[in-house]
């Protein structure tokens, strides 16, 4: 029987950034389910780029994993978002002063890891009825394969752990996750005859002196609970113009906000088309092009609930709330009661300073065992 740190040390090895396949790891957690008497379904589908994505739903001997209702469900994703060319060690996981490195392993294949310790450590006679372990493709990318399983009814939950790393608080709150990218058209030029065109990269820049504008208006509806306590808009990449000569004929940017539980994901993008109308109103000749590409609210789970004094007892760590984006805010719709739990600390992760807390490992394949036979 592997220990939890040999399973992320094999699970870190294997390649799973969202643009490949995530079947080899999900492959892998499959045959320590199986050894462990758990019976599971595995659900495929092809991304847009053609690529097969597994979602994997696991049951204990004698429960049913293609009966979607369920007790109590252990979420977790299998993909990582890229890393740096230069991070040679990305896949090759060591430890250093208690310390475990490497891609992934904290966001979020240290509480996967957790799982399958659990997992084969419990007799499945000992285990509650209705538990389920789900494990979902392309979280990275839009929680994708989560949202394939909720459209399918493959799974509904009365209570849902979903592994993230924070630090093993309980995360019974999160804020959403919302993208729109916004195209400004204007008309190309000479240079030296700029009055012949029209800059589409002026009309972005004051667009975007609007929208920042805006976020300092957001910002002053507060929410203790979080931090920052309130619903943050940021615009992270900006492209237009061909040459340096040439009177830009376009120019894109995309702008993402993350809302507070209870604000409609879309109240920040309704703001700035309206912002924008009233730009068009003043200029006829500004034209511009608005599309959302996500949006998902944010989640609240109430402080008493079940599960969450019951992780609050077993680590004796406060509840907490997250400011990243995950499938909680995708499951709030059909679950009950949502919480997210993982070992690590959400500021190493998506870098070379990614690393999970050896004592935390530990520390989680207890608190999950105890779940799995006590909620």
């Given at each position: 029987?592997?220990?939890?740190?040999?399973?992320?040390?094999?699970?870190?090895?294997?390649?799973?950034?969202?643009?490949?396949?995530?079947?080899?790891?999900?492959?892998?957690?499959?045959?320590?389910?199986?050894?462990?008497?758990?019976?599971?379904?595995?659900?495929?589908?092809?991304?847009?780029?053609?690529?097969?994505?597994?979602?994997?739903?696991?049951?204990?001997?004698?429960?049913?994993?293609?009966?979607?209702?369920?007790?109590?469900?252990?979420?977790?994703?299998?993909?990582?978002?890229?890393?740096?060319?230069?991070?040679?060690?990305?896949?090759?996981?060591?430890?250093?002063?208690?310390?475990?490195?490497?891609?992934?392993?904290?966001?979020?294949?240290?509480?996967?890891?957790?799982?399958?310790?659990?997992?084969?450590?419990?007799?499945?006679?000992?285990?509650?009825?209705?538990?389920?372990?789900?494990?979902?493709?392309?979280?990275?990318?839009?929680?994708?394969?989560?949202?394939?399983?909720?459209?399918?009814?493959?799974?509904?939950?009365?209570?849902?752990?979903?592994?993230?790393?924070?630090?093993?608080?309980?995360?019974?709150?999160?804020?959403?996750?919302?993208?729109?990218?916004?195209?400004?058209?204007?008309?190309?030029?000479?240079?030296?005859?700029?009055?012949?065109?029209?800059?589409?990269?002026?009309?972005?820049?004051?667009?975007?002196?609007?929208?920042?504008?805006?976020?300092?208006?957001?910002?002053?509806?507060?929410?203790?609970?979080?931090?920052?306590?309130?619903?943050?808009?940021?615009?992270?990449?900006?492209?237009?113009?061909?040459?340096?000569?040439?009177?830009?004929?376009?120019c894109k940017f995309q702008v993402e906000w993350r809302p507070l539980p209870?604000?409609?994901?879309?109240?920040?993008?309704?703001?700035?088309?309206?912002?924008?109308?009233?730009?068009?109103?003043?200029?006829?000749?500004?034209?511009?092009?608005?599309?959302?590409?996500?949006?998902?609210?944010?989640?609240?789970?109430?402080?008493?609930?079940?599960?969450?004094?019951?992780?609050?007892?077993?680590?004796?760590?406060?509840?907490?709330?997250?400011?990243?984006?995950?499938?909680?805010?995708?499951?709030?719709?059909?679950?009950?009661?949502?919480?997210?739990?993982?070992?690590?600390?959400?500021?190493?992760?998506?870098?070379?300073?990614?690393?999970?807390?050896?004592?935390?490992?530990?520390?989680?394949?207890?608190?999950?065992?105890?779940?799995?036979?006590?909620?």
């Amino acid at each position: 029987m592997k220990t939890v740190v040999e399973h992320l040390e094999n699970l870190i090895r294997i390649p799973s950034v969202s643009s490949l396949s995530n079947r080899p790891i999900v492959e892998y957690a499959a045959r320590v389910l199986q050894g462990a008497h758990w019976d599971t379904r595995l659900m495929t589908y092809a991304d847009a780029a053609g690529l097969e994505k597994v979602n994997l739903i696991a049951a204990p001997d004698g429960q049913d994993p293609e009966d979607p209702e369920a007790d109590l469900v252990f979420m977790c994703h299998t993909d990582t978002v890229p890393y740096a060319a230069d991070w040679t060690r990305a896949l090759e996981p060591f430890v250093t002063d208690g310390l475990l490195y490497g891609c992934g392993a904290c966001d979020v294949k240290g509480f996967l890891a957790c799982l399958l310790t659990a997992i084969s450590e419990v007799n499945p006679a000992e285990l509650q009825r209705g538990l389920r372990l789900v494990l979902t493709a392309d979280e990275e990318i839009g929680c994708l394969g989560a949202k394939r399983l909720i459209a399918a009814e493959l799974i509904k939950p009365r209570r849902i752990v979903i592994g993230e790393p924070t630090s093993l608080h309980p995360a019974r709150a999160g804020k959403g996750y919302c993208l729109a990218e916004i195209t400004i058209v204007g008309e190309e030029a000479h240079s030296a005859h700029p009055q012949q065109g029209k800059s589409a990269i002026y009309g972005a820049a004051r667009l975007i002196t609007a929208i920042e504008e805006l976020s300092t208006q957001f910002a002053t509806k507060q929410n203790d609970f979080f931090t920052p306590g309130y619903t943050t808009i940021n615009i992270g990449t900006v492209m237009g113009g061909t040459a340096k000569n040439v009177v830009p004929g376009q120019c894109k940017f995309q702008v993402e906000w993350r809302p507070l539980p209870g604000e409609s994901s879309n109240s920040v993008l309704q703001s700035i088309t309206s912002i924008a109308e009233q730009m068009k109103d003043a200029d006829p000749t500004f034209r511009f092009e608005i599309k959302g590409l996500r949006q998902q609210a944010g989640f609240e789970t109430a402080e008493d609930a079940h599960l969450v004094r019951a992780i609050e007892a077993l680590t004796q760590r406060s509840a907490t709330s997250i400011p990243f984006g995950s499938e909680a805010s995708v499951f709030a719709s059909v679950a009950n009661e949502v919480v997210v739990f993982g070992p690590g600390d959400m500021r190493t992760a998506h870098s070379r300073r990614e690393c999970v807390p050896l004592s935390e490992l530990h520390e989680a394949v207890l608190c999950i065992k105890s779940l799995m036979q006590n909620v």
